[in-house]
C-alpha cells in the first residue's frame, strides 16, 4: 500500500513511519524540512511541503492509497494551522481521487464527557489550556467531514514515549473509562490499521489503555 505521511518529524508520526515501514508499505513522509527524517530505506520517499501550501499539499497526494495526518503545534494561541491543513488535504484528496484520510486529533475536540473523575480532570485542563487548538480541531473536522470520502479521526488521551503494547481500549462517544495516558507508539499502531479497517469509519475515535 502507498501511504502518505504528514508530520514525521517526531512523536506520532515519526512512530508511524518506522512501523508503516515495518509493515512493508511504501511511505511518502511529506515534512517541512527533509533532512529532519534520518531514516534511509528503499520504501521511503521524503518530500518538502508546507501543509498551509495547498500546491505542495496536492503534489505530495499524487498516486497514494491512504493519507496520514499526525501535525502538531506546541503554541497555545489562536490558530488556523489544523483547518487550513484539513481543507488543503480534503481538495487534494479530491483531486487525486484518494479516499481515506485518517487524522490525529486532541481528545476533547468533541466536547465529549468523561465516565469518571481522572478523565473529568483531564478533560477539565484540555478544554482550557489548549482552548484555541481544540477551536480549530472543530473546524477541521467540520472540513473533513463535509469534504473527504472517507475518514477516520483519532482522539488519544495524554501521549507517553513507551514501548509498543498492541493493548489499549477505544471509546467513541466519550473517553474511556479510568484511563490516564497511552504511548505514542501504539497510538501510531492504531492508525495504521484504520488505513484497511472500516469498523471506525466515519467517527472519531478515543483511544488509552
Known amino acids: 500500500m502507498k ?9 506520532v508520526g515519526r512512530c508511524l513511519l518506522e512501523r508503516a515501514l515495518a509493515q512493508h508499505h511504501h511511505v511518502t513522509a511529506a515534512i517541512r524540512n527533509p533532512a529532519a527524517v534520518d531514516i534511509h530505506h528503499d520504501r521511503l520517499h521524503v518530500v518538502p511541503y508546507d501543509v498551509l501550501d495547498a500546491d505542495s499539499v496536492t503534489r505530495a497526494l499524487a498516486g497514494q492509497d491512504v493519507v496520514f495526518c499526525t501535525i502538531g503545534d506546541k503554541s497555545r494561541g489562536p490558530t488556523t494551522l489544523y483547518s487550513t491543513a484539513a481543507r488543503n488535504i480534503v481538495r ?39 482552548r484555541h487548538t481544540l477551536a480549530d480541531h472543530r473546524r477541521a473536522l467540520e472540513e473533513i467531514q463535509n469534504h473527504a470520502p472517507e475518514w477516520i479521526a483519532v482522539r488519544p488521551l495524554p501521549l507517553t514515549n513507551g514501548s509498543w503494547t498492541g493493548q489499549y481500549r477505544a471509546a467513541v462517544d466519550g473517553l474511556p473509562a479510568k484511563s490516564s495516558h497511552i504511548a505514542r507508539a501504539d497510538v501510531a499502531d492504531f492508525l495504521l490499521r484504520q488505513a484497511t479497517e472500516n469498523s471506525y469509519l466515519n467517527k472519531a475515535r478515543a483511544i488509552a489503555y
Open 3 to 11: 501511504v502518505l505521511i504528514i508530520g514525521t518529524s517526531r512523536g
Open 92 to 130: 487534494a484528496m479530491q483531486a487525486h481521487q484518494v479516499r481515506r484520510l485518517v487524522y490525529l486529533w486532541n481528545f476533547g475536540v468533541l466536547g465529549e464527557t468523561a465516565q469518571d473523575l481522572r478523565g473529568a480532570a483531564l478533560l477539565f485542563l484540555a478544554k482550557r489550556v489548549i
